[in-house]
């Protein structure tokens, strides 16, 4: 029979522009939350995280945004690269509990 | 640090065999978690632990799945007997703790598994 995946977000966006990366936690209890980047063939890699008490964070070309209104949390990546294509995940954390991960957004950068 | 180690990197095996993974997480770090990522399921929890005393299994999808900590530089998952369907890769990762910026995992490069 046909196999059903799982099926990700795609994001395809054009080499130099930004790209905005969503998710939507589950938990309003979360107080803190990450960003993961990964690329074909390797582990999972931290890019930025953000508090709870925060509404946005800056790193190097990366920008995270929290609304916790509406629990919604985005990944701003500045003149996106080819290197940026990945797969990004968020994910949620409640005080003394593990990491709960997102499903992942594949972003492909056409050059 | 060289980071999260695991070992192999590749691994087949016929069904039936018994696949063991090992893991060996940054030092000092006391939490390490053990994940299956395929297409069909995502990234998938199996266990993690605690200063080395298994916490939560409730991912470990069955009886055949069981992983151990003898100390705090060693973490193994050992499967049998294998099926086919294991066929994913696994990762181990590693923290400093539950808390906000400890709560950071770092990733190993994973081990790619093959059950034929």
């Known amino acids: 029979g046909e196999s059903v995946g799982l099926h990700l977000p795609t994001l395809s966006v054009q080499e130099g522009d930004n790209s905005i990366i969503n998710c939507a936690y589950s938990?309003?209890?979360?107080?803190?939350f990450i960003w993961y980047k990964q690329e074909s063939g390797k582990g999972p890699q931290f890019i930025i995280d953000?508090?709870?008490?925060?509404d946005k964070r800056q790193g190097q070309r990366v920008t995270v945004l929290l609304n916790k209104t509406v629990k919604h949390l985005s990944l701003q990546i500045a003149a996106t690269q080819p290197g940026d294509s990945a797969v990004y995940f968020c994910a949620e954390n409640v005080p003394s509990e593990k990491l709960v991960f997102g499903k992942g957004t594949k972003l492909t950068v056409n050059p | 640090d060289a980071g999260v180690i695991q070992s192999p990197r590749h691994e087949v095996t016929e069904m039936g065999q018994e696949v063991t993974l090992r893991c060996k997480p940054i030092s000092g770090h006391d939490y390490l978690f053990w994940y299956r990522q395929t297409m069909m399921r995502g990234l998938e929890l199996l266990i993690y632990f605690n200063n080395n005393v298994p916490i939560d299994d409730s991912g470990m999808p069955e009886d055949r799945f069981s992983a151990k900590m003898p100390n705090a530089s060693f973490s193994t998952l050992k499967i049998q007997p294998s099926e086919p369907r294991d066929s994913a890769v696994y990762f181990c990762?590693?923290?400093?703790?539950?808390?906000?910026?400890?709560?950071?995992?770092?990733f190993g490069a994973g081990t790619r598994l093959s059950v034929l």
């Open positions: 953000i508090r709870s008490n925060m």
């Open positions: 938990n309003s209890a979360s107080d803190y």
């Open positions: 990762a590693s923290s400093l703790g539950l808390a906000g910026a400890k709560n950071i995992q770092y």
